[in-house]
């Protein structure tokens, strides 16, 4: 069973930059596709990025595009988000999850890990 743990959360005004980290155990990390999902109060669970098993193939919600970056390194068994020029609307709890493929998925139901959540909170 993996344990996801999320951490670099924050408040930052409009404009600045985040970088979250997902730390991961309990499973061989790089043997599984990533990714990074949020919730918006009121909102549902949207997909933000997505990751392969190798970081070799990205996904990105039009919404983050040319914005946010994913990447991973396998050797630490850590993920990320580096999130730049954000917005108010960026404004969510931010939850790491693993998916039980190698290749990307953007369904939340092909994720069976995920971690506890961090805030992320952009004032304008």
């Known amino acids: 069973q993996a344990q996801l743990v999320e951490s670099g959360g924050g408040l930052v005004q409009a404009g600045g930059s985040l970088r979250l980290s997902c730390a991961a155990s309990g499973r061989t990390f790089s043997n599984y596709a990533m990714g990074w999902f949020r919730q918006a109060p009121g909102k549902e669970r949207e997909l933000v990025a997505a990751?392969?098993?190798?970081?070799?193939?990205?996904y990105y919600a039009d919404s983050v595009k040319g914005r946010f970056a994913i990447s991973r390194d396998n050797a630490k068994n850590t993920m990320y988000l580096q999130m730049n020029s954000l917005r108010p609307e960026d404004t969510a709890v931010y939850y790491c999850a693993e998916s039980t493929y190698v290749t990307l998925r953007s369904s939340q139901r092909e994720y069976r890990y995920w971690g506890q959540g961090t805030q992320v909170t952009v004032s304008s």
């Open positions: 990751i392969n098993w190798s970081g070799g193939t990205t």
